[in-house]
């Protein structure tokens, strides 16, 4: 019997949201909550089942019509591997409105749902199509899959990102792509986040990349939308209060208000970009040296300088919100410094926290604060470990 877990973190952007839409770098990093995902298989089982427990249902795909489906798409595509990801994504999601026809696609949580199943069908077949050792593999015994999540649905944490991460780890290992313990060599890092990125387009179409990236590698990196990623060497992860502001937003409309704003002020937004691309370069050396020194209170304060300009460059395009206004102005009164994170208007922000904050009694009366003031509080860092897998204890 097969049984491991598999822990994949979310992210925040730290710097460099909305320019790198338009081809400047952006900063990401892990944050310490992620999606915990638990597989056990059934030798006498015929189902995979799965317990998604941040939509509150559980998704079954029953193996005989699997496999089914796989020889069809095989004999469709003699010869092709998986590669052919256009083809079997829109195979999936020919097959998933079927198995799900009459169950309804209208409310949110039954597009989330449908989107969910999607990412386990196409990412499930796509690891078993292109299984290394057996280019006829069928999956004959059934297993079970929970999925939890400390990252809300929506929220700009990277929760599709962690999820898909997740599942194509999961999936390879089952596939035989890699074993439980080879998941960390550099090319089944690359595989995950590959197939991780497969899923994010089921939900965002055509996403930058960098969150199934900085996902299945962990870290800090820099990113430019079209020509990859380069890790940051960072010494030890950023404390940060990551404050929900408990608005809901949509990346994709915002993105689109921004650029309706560029396009009325080219030469003015451009400018902003070039700024923005300015200080992620500032930024990158202050993170790389955090930790290397007794003190680093200079470059803390540098840093805190840079979280207010950042700050401030995405008020002046327009995304901040009353909430998040709230949540900056409880910090700065405490001496904190904060910036919204990912698209705003909404979602979350992020408070810089010192070295052993914890001892701090200003730090309790920020949270209490921000707690009382309605907003969602979880201290953790920015920049720690990406995927993992572990064995599973019964
Ligand atoms: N923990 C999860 N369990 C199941 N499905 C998830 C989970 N997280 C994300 N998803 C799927 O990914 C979709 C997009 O997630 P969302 O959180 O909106 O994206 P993002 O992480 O980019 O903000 C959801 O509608 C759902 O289908
Ligand atoms: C605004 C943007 O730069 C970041 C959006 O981040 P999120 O969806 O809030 O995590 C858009 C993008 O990079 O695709």
């Avoid at 915990?36 to 427990?53: G, N």
């Avoid at 990346?251 to 970009?273: N, S, Y």
């Avoid at 200003?362 to 509080?377: R, S």
Wanted: with cysteine; charged share 20%; aromatic share 8%.
């Amino acid at each position: 019997m097969l049984k491991f877990q598999i822990h994949a973190p979310g992210k925040v952007i730290l710097h460099g949201e909305h320019a790198v839409v338009y081809h400047k770098p952006a900063l990401a990093a892990v944050v310490g909550l992620g999606t915990k995902l638990q597989l056990r298989t059934q030798p006498e089982s015929q189902v995979a089942s799965f317990q998604l427990e941040a939509l509150n249902c559980t998704l079954e795909i029953q193996l005989p019509e699997f496999n089914a489906f796989l020889s069809k798409f095989r004999s469709k595509y003699p010869g092709d591997k998986p590669d052919c990801t256009a083809k079997l994504l829109e195979e999936v999601r020919a097959e998933v409105a079927k198995q799900l026809e009459g169950s309804g696609s209208n409310t949110p949580k039954q597009q989330s749902t449908q989107k969910a199943f999607v990412s386990i069908y196409y990412l499930l077949a796509g690891a078993v199509l292109s299984a290394p050792k057996n280019p006829t593999l069928t999956l004959q015994s059934g297993f079970q899959v929970k999925i939890e999540s400390e990252l809300n649905v929506g929220s700009g944490l990277g929760s599709s990102a962690s999820y898909g991460a997740a599942l194509a780890a999961a999936f390879l290992i089952l596939a035989g792509h890699f074993g439980k313990e080879s998941y960390i060599r550099e090319e089944n890092q690359a595989l995950i986040s590959q197939w991780a990125y497969e899923s994010e387009r089921i939900s965002h179409g055509t996403p930058s990349g960098v969150d199934n990236t900085v996902c299945t590698y962990g870290g800090m990196l820099k990113f430019i939308k079209g020509q990859g990623f380069q890790p940051l060497h960072i010494h030890k992860p950023l404390n940060i209060l990551l404050v929900d502001s408990r608005v809901s937003r949509s990346t994709a409309d915002i993105v689109a208000k921004v650029r309706h704003l560029a396009e009325t002020f080219p030469h003015l937004i451009e400018a902003i970009w070039k700024t923005c691309e300015e200080l992620v370069t500032a930024a990158i050396p202050l993170y790389e040296s955090f930790g290397n020194a007794k003190d680093d209170s200079e470059k803390f304060e540098k840093l805190e300088r840079l979280f207010q300009i950042n700050n401030d460059l995405l008020k002046a395009i327009g995304v901040t919100h009353p909430k998040l206004e709230q949540i900056f102005t409880i910090a700065f009164k405490r001496g904190f410094f904060s910036k919204l994170t990912g698209a705003g208007a909404g979602g979350f922000a992020i408070v810089l926290l010192p070295e052993n904050y914890e001892q701090n009694e200003v730090y309790w009366k920020l949270k209490e604060e921000l707690e009382a003031a309605g907003f969602g509080v979880h201290a953790t860092t920015a920049g720690g470990a990406g995927l993992r897998v572990s064995t599973l204890e019964d």
